[in-house]
């Protein structure tokens, strides 16, 4: 099955209000900031946008409100972070029946030494009960979350029985020579670079674009990276710089300096906000960043 090519998606960060409840009109607001910027789509409920911590209720209010306020389904891909098969295949579903352009599918992350055998069975169940619709699926490699790396004989093996289904791999693993070894044996699948600093050459050999936490803060900056595999050493060092704190607070941190609007420096427990001296600090490398041109 020949896809389109993926491009640039916003691993959207999911704003908290004054109650802890999710920010329905802050959200959008931000999706159409990010679309207006030149990504392809946004990115729901995925790592950045602390989707293992919003539940089922509210995923159906925001995916709902998205849609209703005009956000196609096309340009919204779905993020699904479940252990219970049930579960993970419930939430695909919903985000299949209301089509939206994908599901950024992650592997059960609380147990723990799991064999390709068992995660094949897992997938497995999850593709059959999703049923006919199942479709667009992206596999999420995020080691350093799930504590799980999807290998390269895994994916080709999935692939193999439900080519329906799987339509590419979000590979986060920041392991260069893994990502290399996936393009060379699944290229003709859109492989997704999760890490920004691999972007650029990923692309080159052949990859399809990004769901970027990044692209929450300069996503027009990224688009020489995604399209024409163009490097970046600005981006790459305001990276590596972001990555010595704790992520997700960190992006919102600098969704708030960007905005203007500290609300969104807002985490759900169990995470906290960066501290202000640390935000101070990013704020005023991602100001320099801004003041260079990609290679």
Known sequence: MTHPFFGLSAALATPFDGQGRVDAARAIAHARWCLAKGCGSVTLFGTTGEGASIASAEREALLSAFLADGIEARQIVVGVMANAIGDAAAQARQALD?????????????????????????????FEAIGPSARDIYLYNIPSVTAVELSVALIGQLRQAFPA????????????????????????????????????????????????????????????????GRDDAGLVAFVDELVRHPVIPAVKAMVAYRTGDAAWSATRAPLVALPEHDARKLAGLLDRIGQTKAA
């Open 98 to 126: 209301s089509g939206c352009r994908g599901v950024l599918l992650a592997p059960p992350s609380y147990f723990k030494s799991l064999q390709d055998d068992g995660l094949f069975a897992w997938f497995a169940a999850v």
């Open 165 to 228: 289904a799987v339509a590419g791999v979000k590979d986060s693993s920041g392991n260069w020579p893994f990502t290399q070894s996936l393009l060379e044996a699944h290229g003709d699948l859109a492989i997704l670079i999760g890490d920004e600093r691999g972007l650029a050459a990923g692309v080159r050999l052949g990859g399809q674009g990004a769901i970027s936490g990044m692209a929450n803060i300069c996503p027009e900056r990224m688009l020489p990276m995604v399209l024409e």
